[in-house]
């Protein structure tokens, strides 16, 4: 009964981190389209035409891509991004970083106990 227990918040935790993870890269890259449609920066693709960037649906699903290689840091090299939008890579790289230490020292490691406080017996005189 124990290990079924055990497994099934091993799971919920998985589940929990695997949700975390994708929050974080669809806010990202809403965060990225948002720039993009309000002109204050952009995601270059090195890879295709000037025709393909311009359609609405790869600037969404390369908002998307490069919101989950940066902040699972992969950079695999094919997007730049511009303006603002390499401030907003910055601080997702940081949380990419970042998140995993904070997870390990939550999930892994164990808490700490408190030290035991130390008192003086007292020495009080026997009663006659």
Request: glycine share 8%.
């Amino acid at each position: 009964m124990k290990s079924t227990i055990a497994g099934q918040k091993t799971w919920y935790n998985f589940l929990l981190l695997f949700l975390l993870y994708m929050n974080l890269v669809l806010s990202f890259g809403l965060v990225y389209c948002a720039l993009e449609w309000l002109g204050l920066g952009f995601i270059l693709d090195h890879y295709a035409s000037a025709a393909h960037q311009n359609q609405w649906y790869d600037r969404i699903t390369r908002s998307f891509y490069f919101s989950a290689i940066t902040l699972l840091s992969v950079g695999y090299g094919d997007l730049s991004p511009f303006g603002l939008a390499r401030g907003v890579a910055m601080i997702e790289a940081m949380v990419g970083y970042v998140l995993p230490a904070a997870l390990v020292i939550r999930y892994v490691i164990p808490p700490i106990a408190p030290p035991k406080r130390f008192r003086l017996p007292s020495h009080r005189k026997p009663e006659k």
